[in-house]
């Protein structure tokens, strides 16, 4: 700790931080723009200015930039001298001059981070009467709108974008005393993260163009905390409501998540919630209108009475709460987990390794603090976006201790970049064909699946000589595999990244073996699974068979329940039609019309992620809570609601049937399953309360509460209870800001405190800046490992992969636009989908007689398919990828053979 002296008082701070840091961790109010707690210091704005002063003798000073000044021992400084705050409000004024009057128009008003500094600075008066500059602005796409006449030069877009988001298609263009942002043409935002300039501009340069098709200003905005449902990254969210209707995403600060940034995905993808394929009342089949929800109840329930055979199918996208609920429904011998079977033997491998060894999982903040990193087989950009952001920090590490050799704070981010220019730490790919992380690799590798696994294998055999080599060559030579094991074996963090895209239970096994034979050489080794959904852990500890075994134990004629999913994406619309034919009644619990809703006999409506409460383990084992924001209107209630309905009506269920609150069911599911056991104490309970409230999701200067239901009456509605949480639907009620009123972090409805509305604000909330925050960041790790470094998989590596004259080996390949169920009904996402395709390199599209662009006709033992042509020239030789979860896409047990020929050979 460092004692320094801010007006003449004494604070004790951490080591290592500059004044700025300082300044706002002790809760001072400080101006600044152009420094971010995520990217540093550049001093370019100069509004952070404070009077320094050599010992407590000098009564003159100096005027110095407190981001670009360390805060070491008895550093004395003065926040409120006249001199100081004079210059802050001149340079203030000078960010103005250009600056546009449109604050009541501009869709950041009323959280602009520019409007709070002016304030602070008391400059309320424009003395410049001259012409102000303006700017072409651009068309970037469905997901930011670009207005240039509101740029201060802050300089923080093109330092996210470029410096730490990897972006190339965003810059600053400078003529004579002009300074552009933005693309060098119109066009969409090539980066995955682009959304996070809406958040990084203080301004209101960038904003979110989906909101602006239901624009609401910010303090009539309805927030509660929430989970990203679009990946298993469980990344932490603000979901803003009104008047019935979802209008945009924030991200909400986790230090072990996703931090301050969100992928685009996770931050446009709400739009479903929206979209005209909801759900909103029961349907029976054969009625044109909608159903009573007691009649659906009773009609579903009918054939649930006494011993019915029932099988219940789950989700791994739906919550806990609710898959447990359909558990307790049918019991849990005949409780399906929803998915594959390829991919349940995957996903409950995933969960062994983590709950047994070889080491622990890495959270998103273990991953970008790794300073070595092999990544084998996944491409995490498009499987787990944010993922790949933190492995894009993770290249800063090792670079960053010539920084610290050369006495360079780490938060001084110019000098920084300036001393290590493009120097990166070790981070290896191997994976089938190139990567958009490839650009920060130190070494990339492409290869089959098999002799992915083999690398694997072979890096293991070279850290541990007790681990199997695989037989003959490899597709890596041995010097690269040497040199991959020595930067493993000399980092201090090294991580091991996998997955189960690739569907390829030789590569996890291979990751397994270089963690355990790191942990046998003494590294502090931790390992990044990536699995598909949101909950697919949670849906893997609840245990259950697979959707092959599903279809083997359903009786003929018995009820078919099916949880919050879509079976022809699971398993083929073939074998899902066989399932539906051999079941009677046909209930579908979902909140979006999938095809397997479209052939339900019974459809009851379900609440999304922001209409109901529920529990999600991400991909690290770690259980969320997402809260309900408002109340859906229609016949919409909680998927677990519905079920406990469906016990009552038919008798079954014992005494889950009495469950009245989102608290009872987590406590009985505790009760059940030890690997829940700390499941209740992911948030406070629904009895919690500060100062004998409620905490309101509704700000203070929430309106329009009497006029929303004006054309039905003048009076104000008695406002919806909440037996769920701990949250109010009002304003009434606790307003959350920071300490000594700061709310348990997993009830903070919204980032706010006094003269700070912008998403700023969050800096008072943490224990340092940058840090945790205050009571510890949201969730709970459920799974951690019994003994880490317990024995890898036994056997040896698979064979080396050999290319087939007449056929290919076709793999999954995803996109993180269109991939992904719920996401690519938004339509701001599917703008940037791609058709179903299929990808081959250039010598196969040569043998085969295709041309990139053209169709392509693929069978399969699945069957026939027309497919687009796209060339990857990285793809291995006899590889083909195949564009999976894209629209028109077909469904594929794969990785699989195929034949592969033009589409003209059919006519």
Known sequence: ??????????????????????????????????????????GACRQCAVKQFRDEKDMRGRLVMACMT??????????????????????????????PHDCPVCDEGGECHLQDMEVMDQQTYRRYRGLKRTFRNQDLGPFVNHEMNRCIQCYRCVRFYRDYAGGRDFDAFFLRDRVFFGRQSDGVLESPFSGNLVEVCPTGVFTDKTLKLHFTRKWDERTAPSICVHCAAGCNTIAGERYGLLRRIRNRF?????????????????????????????????????????????????PLAGGSGAIGIGSPRASLEANFALRALVGPDRFCSGMGAAEHRLVSEVLRLLQEGPAPAASLHDAAQADAVLVLGEDVTNTAPMLALALRQSVRQQPMKAAAALRIPAWDDTAVRNALQDERGPLYIATVAA???????????????????????????????????PRGALAADAALVGRIAGALRAAERPLVVAGVSLASQAVLDAAARVAHALHAAGRPVRIALVVPECNSLGAAMLGGCDLDDATALLWPGSPLIVLENDLPRRCGADRAARLFERAGELVVVDHTLTPTAERATIVLPAATFAEGDGTYVNGEGRAQRAFQVFVAGGDVQESWRWLRDLMRASGRGGAAAAWETLDDVTGALARELPAFAAVRDVAPPATFRI????????????SGRTARDANVTV????????????????????????????????????????????VQSVNYYQTVVGGPLRGGDPGLRLIEPAAPGAPAAAGRAPSAFEPDDRDWLCVPMYEIFGSEELSALAPSVAALAPRAYVALNDGDLHRAGLREGGDAVVASADGTCRLQVRRVASLPPGVAGIGVGLQGAPWMRLPDRARIHPAERDR
């Open 1 to 42: 700790m460092a004692t320094i002296f801010i007006d003449q008082r004494s604070y004790d701070v951490p080591d290592g931080m500059n004044l700025l840091d300082a300044s706002l961790t002790l809760g001072f109010n400080l101006p600044y723009f152009c420094w971010h707690p995520a990217l540093g210091s550049v």
């Open 691 to 702: 100062a004998g409230t409620r905490i309101a999701r509704e700000p203070a200067r929430y």
């Open 254 to 302: 986790n230090g072990e998540v996703n931090g301050y940034f969100l992928c685009d995905r996770g931050r446009y993808g709400y739009e479903f919630v929206n979209g005209p394929r909801r759900v909103r009342a029961p349907r029976i089949a054969g009625r044109a209108d909608a159903a009573a929800p007691s009649d659906a109840v009773a009609r579903a329930a009918s």
């Open 435 to 469: 990567t958009p992380l490839d650009d920060v690799a130190a070494a990339t590798m492409h290869a089959a699946p098999d002799d992915l696994a083999r690398i694997g294998c072979a890096i293991a055999h070279a850290l541990d000589q007790a681990a199997p080599s």
């Open 715 to 758: 009076h104000e509605p008695e406002p919806p209870g909440d037996p769920d949480s701990a949250l109010s639907f009002t304003m009434e009620g606790f307003q959350a800001q920071p300490p000594p009123a700061q709310p348990p972090s997993a009830l903070i409805p919204r980032f706010w405190a006094p003269g700070w509305n912008s």
């Open 70 to 99: 360390a805060a070491a021992p008895n550093t004395r400084i003065s926040i409120d001298d006249p001199d100081a705050r004079e210059f802050r409000k001149s340079v203030g004024e000078w960010l103005m001059v250009h600056h």
